[in-house]
Nanobody, 117 residues
Framework: QVHLVESGGGLVQAGGSLRLSCAAS????????MGWSRQAPGKQRELVAI???????KYADSVKGRFTISRDNAKNTVYLQMNSLEPEDTAVYYC???????????WGQGTQVIVSS
């Protein structure tokens, strides 16, 4: 079992920045991938960014050039630096983690990001 705790959401004006953090805890796991997804009101959940042990970071087209995902393996923590935020980025952001060797993805409880115009 992997437990994820997110932080860093909030209210920001368009053009501003926020940094989300997500710490993973549990026992006897090695994480293959960590990432962020989001769900805006009335829309489907979408992948925002992901980083794996084998590949470099990958981003949704809508956030390329504005968001940066990074990972601290020693701390089992993943970050999402969000710059040049737009009202369309308003959503609940969820951290995800996938342990190595099993086809399971764990989700955090979500953190709200609101971008005002």
């Amino acid at each position: 079992q992997v437990h994820l705790v997110e932080s860093g959401g909030g209210l920001v004006q368009a053009g501003g920045s926020l940094r989300l953090s997500c710490a993973a805890s549990g026992s006897n796991f090695r994480l293959r991938a960590m990432g962020w997804s989001r769900q805006a009101p009335g829309k489907q959940r979408e992948l925002v960014a992901i980083v794996t042990n084998d590949d470099g970071p990958k981003y949704a087209d809508s956030v390329k050039g504005r968001f940066t995902i990074s990972r601290d393996n020693a701390k089992n923590t993943v970050y999402l630096q969000m710059n040049s935020l737009e009202p369309e980025d308003t959503a609940v952001y969820y951290c995800t983690a996938s342990p190595a060797g099993i086809s399971v993805t764990y989700w955090g409880q979500g953190t709200q990001v609101i971008v005002s115009s």
